[in-house]
């Protein structure tokens, strides 16, 4: 069976400090992979997705950047972290072909102080 | 843009009662995904609809998708605590690289 791991589960950083969250996925190959924020509890905003090994899409300017070295593997990464970056990050999987159901994972929460 | 709406946005019952979320389209829906979210954890897959009429069941869960393919309900049927968290809906996006989009989410409380 398939599962998805994030890490880390929390994570507090001071403002201008670097951010990398990683997510990997086990059980399958070739999967499309996703990031989202969830701010609020509620609404997920799609920030990255990925179709294959070194293909991103960005759907939010911002000072975030996604990576995918590996096929199974997805990292978000920033520079320098703003106040706004604080938030719950999910990443997900999807099977993709036929199939546009995502699968997500455990989330990460960062607060930038 | 697609988008969908969700209500109520927040759900209190007692235990043991029957509730409805909704979940309306501004456009065909191609694929309608239901999750439940409890608070600070990942979304957890319920089922998806696609054909217009359907309708699916997991265990006191059950959704159904309009003949017109614009709104979908969630019906949970004798409500337990467990069944509290928030449930999100989730639509394909025609065109898209298996995209979905997110309503904002349904707070439901079940008081023992």
């Known amino acids: 069976s398939q599962t998805i791991h994030q890490w880390p589960a929390t994570l507090v950083q001071p403002v201008g400090s670097p951010l990398s969250l990683e997510c990997t996925v086990e059980g399958t190959s070739n999967p499309n992979l996703y990031w989202y924020r969830q701010a609020a509890g509620r609404g997920l905003q799609l920030l990255f997705y990925s179709v294959g090994i070194g293909q991103i899409s960005s759907e939010v300017p911002q000072n975030l950047s996604a990576s995918r070295p590996q096929d199974r593997q997805f990292i978000l990464s920033s520079k320098k972290l703003l106040l706004s970056d604080s938030g719950f990050y999910l990443c997900?999987?999807?099977?993709?072909?036929?199939?546009?159901?995502?699968?997500f994972g455990p989330g990460t929460r960062l607060l930038v102080l | 843009s697609q988008e969908l709406e969700q209500s109520p946005q927040s759900l209190i019952v007692q235990e043991g009662k029957n509730l409805t979320i909704n979940c309306t389209s501004s456009k065909t829906l191609y694929g309608l995904y239901w999750y439940k979210q409890k608070y600070g954890e990942g979304l957890i897959f319920l089922m998806m609809l696609q054909k217009g009429g359907e309708e699916k069941s997991h265990e006191k869960i059950t959704a159904k998708l309009d003949e017109k393919k614009q709104q979908s309900s969630l019906h949970i049927t004798a409500s337990q605590p467990s069944h509290a968290g928030i449930y999100l809906c989730g639509a394909d996006i025609p065109g898209s690289a298996r995209q979905l989009t997110f309503g904002s989410g349904t707070q439901l409380t079940v008081l023992p």
């Open positions: 997900a999987w999807s099977p993709g072909l036929a199939d546009s159901t995502q699968y």
